[in-house]
């Protein structure tokens, strides 16, 4: 049984139905303050049992944090190194994420080496003056705690698409167990792929953050079960936020497909094949000639029996790269177990103005813009590193020899292409530019509501206080 009332609630909900959201990004300047401020905080933080008709507040927090409020070193050596290393962390984790030359950290406008961040505040409202409102409430609860190192404010745009002109936040796995709302049975992923402290997709419990138990007098955490009851769970019903800010080039990318597809060819249809599927969101492997927008929520379908090799929807597509569904060798059957130990709940946002009717954009007007991508997981290394590494960026994915991701994918060091398999000859498109830029990221701890208490009292407790880490 999943406990909602002690999860954050985004890790059940994208909170659509609140479509004004600001992100701050923070540091703590005055650790004791910073406590105070969280433990008041925490009576805030809308929980997955929660229905709050006006407004939303989730939160997360680096390794940093962790130790600015007080988590001696044993308890944060219990992290994985992704997090306690941060996603700017070493040169290994940026050459495998594809965060090299132009997306290199060093450029970042936040996170990084240069401008590290310790909280991310996520906070969701009804209306635009309900957020105002919310944004400088919180401004003024975290003064003298804590700075902004920047605020990112989101936009809705119409229909749910993104900047590109798709539809996005389709397809998503269903938590088994999850509260539901609205979701037609479908497949379900086990909770315990996107919370700590539950079963996985191997049907094991795997390792949970934990506390030694003298650090948890009071008992406020539940015994951690990997470790026989001898020590607390600080993980438990807690998860891991992945976040990515991706300026999205919409000129450049509708210029690219305009001139490939050629005066007889069709834009969309190409940019659809790039994506996997059609503005409307409606999937190529269902509909390979023409937009449906009947289609649009169409999550159900495989590519193996129709469409193994990518005549309708191509292999190296944005989608079929970022979950490839039953299409893996050797079998459908243990391609969608693989793909199943690899999902990610997506629920990031775009921000920046739209562009009106972007396949028809003609210049660029250097405006900012793109999506925060925020992926909720409990293995970052497993699950979100692996996706961009092994299957978006890898020239070698399915069969595919030189080529990656045509959106998201890294363009140093290899032939930027992107094939079309169609008959009598496949299509192939070369010298795809550069899309999508990241302009900053970082992993965070997103704690379950016991944890997040916990996390409150150490600096009472702690008399081996240490100095705020910039990292
Ligand atoms: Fe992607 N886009 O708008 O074109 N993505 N994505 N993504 N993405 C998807 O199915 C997009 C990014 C996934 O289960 C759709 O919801 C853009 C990253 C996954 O079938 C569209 C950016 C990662 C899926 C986009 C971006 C992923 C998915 C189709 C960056 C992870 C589900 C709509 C600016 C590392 C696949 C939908 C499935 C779908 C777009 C980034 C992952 C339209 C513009 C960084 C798992």
Redesign the pocket.
Known sequence: MLEPSDIQGIVFSGYQKKPFATYLMLDIVEPALATAWLRSIAECVTTGADRPADTCLNIALTASALTALGLDRDALSTFPLELREGMAGSETRSRTLGDVEDNHPDSWLWGGPNKPVHVLLMLYARTENLLEELVAQQESRFSGALRCVRRQDTQSLPDRR???G???????PVIDGAPRTGVLPTRTVEAGEFLLGHKNEYGKLPFVPNVAPERDPAGQLPECQTEGGKRRSLGHNGSYLVV?Q?D?HVHEFWSYMREYAGASGDAIELAAKC???WPS?APLTLSPDRDRPALGNA?TFGYWLTDREGQRCPVGA??RR??P?DSLEPDPHSSLKVSDRH??M?RGRSYGPAVDKPWSCESDDGVQR??M?M?VNANIRRQ?EF??QTW?NNPKFSGLYDEVDP??GRREGIASAFSIPSTPVRRRCTGLPRF?RVRGGEYFFLPGLRALRFLTTLRQSATDAEPVPSR
């Open positions: 993104e900047h590109f798709f539809a996005d936040g389709i397809a998503q990515r991706l999205q994506v996997g599927r969101g999550n944005h989608i970022a979950n569904r999902r990610i997506r793109g999506l991508f992926g979100f996706i961009q978006i959106l998201i999508v």
